[in-house]
Structures are given as structure tokens and as C-alpha cells.
């Protein structure tokens, strides 16, 4: 099974937004679980593996805020599917996708939170 990298890059409107996973402070932890749905970090990173999208817009909000910026988390979900962008060192994120680090390319890995949706739930719109 591979690993999520702890150091994750969020691209969203023509900006990055890094974030360390392993500089969390427990407060960071605990909103970016309460808005993931997630009992806790391994469980985040594990639906991080698996693109869920409450995880890509917890942890996006986390980065932005990190950079100085007050993230609407409503608008957050309200954007397209696609239109944020997981990239890590090892997993540079592919053009139109919304993949999360490490997440393969077939539903063979972790499985996600019963009831949360993740970008492999949706329809592909390339047929």
C-alpha cells in the first residue's frame, strides 16, 4: 500500500497552497478531521489515498488559511470536481484530474467512509 507524502501541495485557481501533514498542530487536526468527517489522521490520510473530497477541501481550507487567506468552506464545496488540484512530490497531479496522492488508479486500496463520496464515485465526463 503506499503512503500519502506528508508534504502536499493544493493547486486552486492558479495558486498553490503547501501543507506539511506532519506539522499539524492539534487544533489543525482536529478542524481539518471534524470537517473531513474522520475520527482521526490516519483515517484522513486514508481517505486523502483515496481522493475523498472532504478530505481534499478540509485540508485545502487548512493550506489556505496557512497562507494568510479566510477560506469559505461553502464555496470550497461548491466548486467543480477537478477544480482542486493534489499534488505531491511523488504524485504530480495530472491535467482535468482530482486525484489525491498515492491514490491508484483502480478502487484496490483503502476504503473510504461509508456515506462519503470520492472522486472515483463520480462519473467520468471523458467517454
Known sequence: ????????????DGMEYPIDLADLTNREADTVCHHAKVAGMIQLSNELMAGSVAAIVALTGLAMKRAGQSPDYEKLWDLPTGAIQVADDKNPPEAGTQGAP?????????????????TSDLPSSEQ
Not at 500500500?1 to 486552486?12: A, D, G, Y
Not at 498515492?102 to 470520492?118: A, D, I, L, V
Request: charged share 15%; proline share 10%.
Open 102 to 118: 498515492g491514490s491508484p488508479s483502480s478502487p484496490e486500496s483503502t476504503e473510504s467512509n461509508p456515506g462519503t463520496c470520492t
Open 1 to 12: 500500500m503506499s503512503e500519502v507524502n506528508s508534504k502536499i501541495t493544493f493547486q486552486l
